[in-house]
């Protein structure tokens, strides 16, 4: 398997434009943007060090030692073996059906297929602002991959690493050398449908499995089995059934009561599984929680424990119920002060403000940096206001306060249409590596970097920044 480079010896300028004009259109959405390719195209793929690249590698096998103890403090918590307010914060605001899923023994041992951080780099290593397990830009760093080694440069993973992992990891969740898998797309996801589209092709074009992509309403049900009903009218069996739409959404998807029981019943795989507490970033402030040190010691160990709590930020959740006058929110102090209640935190100048406020997950403001309010970017009226909001709607929406960490200054280069042109920009860079989970370990199919310009406070898809996969290099970030 792999691409045959059929572009060489082009200059930077040449290789840019190459890219410009045969990327897949319509690939990425940029919001008020039509245009074909609405971002800045690198001329070659973003480099990283050795040293960077084996760190994302223990970074992975982390992660998934985290949603494991994750998963199980769960467990054990709604049992009433471990402290109560872990289940309970993790429950928060969801109806109690997404609740009595999230707990079904079917799903039990459960964990996501697919593993995606947002990587900050900063001048003193790497910040994981983000854990997403219903992730997009998979389709899309594929994708780019593929256009890299058409001018023969191998991203990290491989150039075909996000499919071939993709199909490893449903090989592995089947039991079976040749599933067929459904990647089913609500409409409210439907920005990922261009992305995931390319990677149900190129799944089948380089015969790793026979996916296909489609809307809720395309599973045809049985008692035996799912079935897709594909374009030309056929319906095929599917063995497994990629989840792309979120647990908040549920109730607005067609058929989701018909997958759920065919998930339920063991006639389709799903991934990731219908557990709405493994999608909250709240589980950050529960690992940072001071009173769960031993908890987490016994499930994780504490050398990754430790590297953990170094790679999320601190986090706390914004719980709008009254401390007693002699306990204070561990770890969180204002102008040299302990923090005892909330509305303390509108005594901090902006340049104290070192933190964001953001939905913790069950909420359609929680991705997509949509409902994200960074807090010395606000005026002292909007950050109480932002404070207030986020008090009033725990009992729906709770949200967390983390610690802002910014990200190092690089220099990146772009392909500029209009110009013709290669322009530079300062910039700051998220990486977010796809690792897959395969028998228990954790294999990287891709890496995707998004350089967003420095004056930017929260990185993301944009027209100005550059998107594009990862490779090695001894001269790299």
């Known amino acids: 398997m792999g691409c045959t480079a059929f572009q060489p010896n082009l200059t930077a300028r040449e290789q840019a434009r190459f890219l410009y004009e045969t990327i897949p259109p319509g690939l990425f959405k940029v919001e008020d943007s039509d245009a074909k390719v609405p971002w800045r195209v690198a001329p070659e793929p973003f480099a990283l060090s050795p040293v960077t690249y084996e760190k994302i590698l223990r970074i992975g096998n982390d992660l998934l030692a985290f949603y494991k103890a994750l998963n199980a403090v769960y467990i054990r918590s709604a049992r009433g073996t471990a402290p109560g307010f872990i289940a309970e914060y993790l429950d928060q605001g969801k109806p109690e059906h997404i609740v009595r899923l999230s707990r079904q023994n079917r799903f039990k041992a459960e964990l996501p297929g697919v593993i995606r951080p947002d990587l900050i780099l900063t001048d003193d290593g790497m910040i994981a602002s983000e854990l997403d397990s219903v992730p997009g830009g998979m389709g899309f760093v594929g994708a780019m991959a593929e256009a890299y080694c058409k001018l023969g440069m191998e991203s990290v993973g491989g150039s075909y690493g996000v499919p071939q992992r993709f199909g490893e990891m449903f090989k592995a969740l089947t039991g079976s050398a040749t599933p067929t898998v459904a990647v089913v797309v609500s409409e409210e996801s439907r920005d990922y449908r261009p992305e995931m589209s390319w990677l149900c092709e190129t799944l089948r074009r380089e015969e790793i499995l026979e996916a296909y992509l489609c809307a809720p309403q395309d599973i045809v049900f049985t008692e035996e089995a799912l079935f897709v009903r594909l374009p030309d009218g056929r319906e095929q069996k599917i063995d497994a059934l990629y989840r792309n ?147 009033d709607q725990y009992a729906k929406t709770p949200r967390v306060l983390q610690r802002f960490y910014k990200g190092k200054r690089i220099q990146q280069s772009y392909f500029d249409p209009q110009t013709d042109e290669i322009k530079t920009f300062d910039g700051r860079v998220r990486l977010c590596p796809y690792y897959f989970t395969v028998n228990d370990r954790v294999e990287l199919g891709g890496i995707l970097a998004t350089v967003a310009p420095a004056d930017k406070r929260l990185i993301h898809g944009m027209t100005d920044a550059v998107m594009a996969s990862c490779i090695l290099s001894d001269n790299g970030n």
């Open 245 to 391: 739409f979120e647990l908040f959404d549920l109730l607005n998807v067609p058929k989701q009561e018909l997958m759920l029981y065919a998930a339920r019943h063991q006639r389709v795989r799903m991934t990731p599984p219908p557990k709405a507490q493994l999608e909250e970033k709240l589980a950050f402030a529960l690992l940072h929680n001071p009173t769960l040190t031993n908890l987490w010691k016994a499930e994780l160990g504490n050398d990754v424990l430790q590297r953990l709590r170094t790679l999320f930020p601190e986090t706390w959740v914004i719980d709008p119920r009254p401390l007693p006058p002699q306990a204070v929110i561990a770890d969180l102090s204002v102008m040299g002060e302990t923090v005892n209640d909330w509305m303390q935190l509108l005594k901090a100048s902006k340049t104290e403000r070192d933190f964001v406020v953001k939905p913790s997950g069950f909420s359609e403001l929680a991705w997509g940096s949509r409902g994200v309010r960074v807090a010395n970017d606000l005026t002292k009226d909007e950050w109480a206001a932002t404070l207030h909001e986020a008090l």
